[in-house]
């Protein structure tokens, strides 16, 4: 049984930083590919950035590219997302997800794991 379960959320003011963290549990093997979403105030949930368990092959998002590093830590078995240069567009519930398949994914739909999501609020 995947069990994801993401942290670091909270409110920052426009220009900070934040880590958010994925715990992951039950993942088998190396094949899969672990994807961080947002989902905004009244907006649909959109993929920002994902890695391949393996650590590597990452994608990001280019509305978070060069603001954003994701990053596995075999020693936790942590997906974590250090978001930097913050803006309140940023403000959404930030989600983790796990899809049991190495390539990535960029759809909600193509992701069969999920976290509860994590908090993150942007003030300007």
């Known amino acids: 049984q995947v069990q994801l379960v993401e942290s670091g959320g909270g409110l920052v003011q426009a220009g900070g930083s934040l880590r958010l963290s994925c715990a992951a549990s039950g993942l088998t093997s190396s094949n899969y590919y672990m994807g961080w979403f947002r989902q905004g105030p009244g907006k649909e949930r959109e993929f920002v950035v994902g890695?391949?368990?393996?650590?590597?092959?990452?994608y990001y998002a280019a509305s978070v590219r060069g603001r954003v590093t994701i990053s596995r830590d075999n020693a936790k078995n942590t997906v974590d997302l250090q978001m930097n240069s913050l803006k309140p567009e940023d403000t959404a519930v930030y989600y983790c997800?796990?899809?049991?398949?190495?390539?990535?994914?960029?759809?909600?739909?193509?992701?069969?794991?999920w976290g509860q999501g994590t908090q993150v609020t942007v003030s300007s």
């Open positions: 890695i391949r368990w393996s650590g590597d092959y990452t």
């Open positions: 997800a796990a899809r049991s398949a190495s390539s990535i994914g960029l759809m909600e739909s193509n992701y069969e794991y």
